[in-house]
């Protein structure tokens, strides 16, 4: 199932940004990253800041997070914090999960959408190229 998330799952979404930097090798404070999101979803959770989740028996095993901006009067998304639990990979989750976040993007009127991306994630910028995304 797929939802937004709430107050009560930021200590999830905290901890799946943790394993997403440690996954891709970035060291860092993790203590102090974690801290830092959660303040971060504390202000911004469902305001500017959107997460999907996708549960199986109520435990979110996924996530797609869409920050919204304005520029140049447009606005603008940002596509971040896009996790999937190791032992759910290669199942679709991800795809359904950032197709339904697409689909919402269009009813904030959103111009554009952009990520980033680690360019040596070959499966992550396959999956966003056939979702549309191309990289400069």
Excluded at 8 to 32: S, T
Excluded at 118 to 129: D, T
């Amino acid at each position: 199932m797929i939802r937004y998330a709430n107050i009560n799952d930021i200590n999830i979404l905290c901890n799946f940004r943790v394993l997403l930097e440690q996954e891709d090798g970035i060291e860092e404070n993790f203590a102090y990253l974690y801290t830092m999101m959660k303040n971060y979803y504390m202000i911004h959770l469902n305001k500017d800041c959107f997460v999907l989740v996708y549960t199986i028996n109520d435990k979110i095993i996924a996530c797609a997070c869409l920050i919204l901006s304005i520029k140049n009067n447009k606005k603008i998304g940002y596509l971040c914090n896009v996790y999937t639990l190791k032992e759910y990979r290669n199942k679709g989750i991800q795809t359904k999960l950032l197709k339904t976040c697409l689909q919402e993007a269009k009813k904030y009127n959103i111009y554009s959408i952009n990520l980033n991306v680690n360019k040596n994630n070959k499966k992550a910028i396959n999956l966003y190229g056939k979702l549309g995304f191309y990289f400069l």
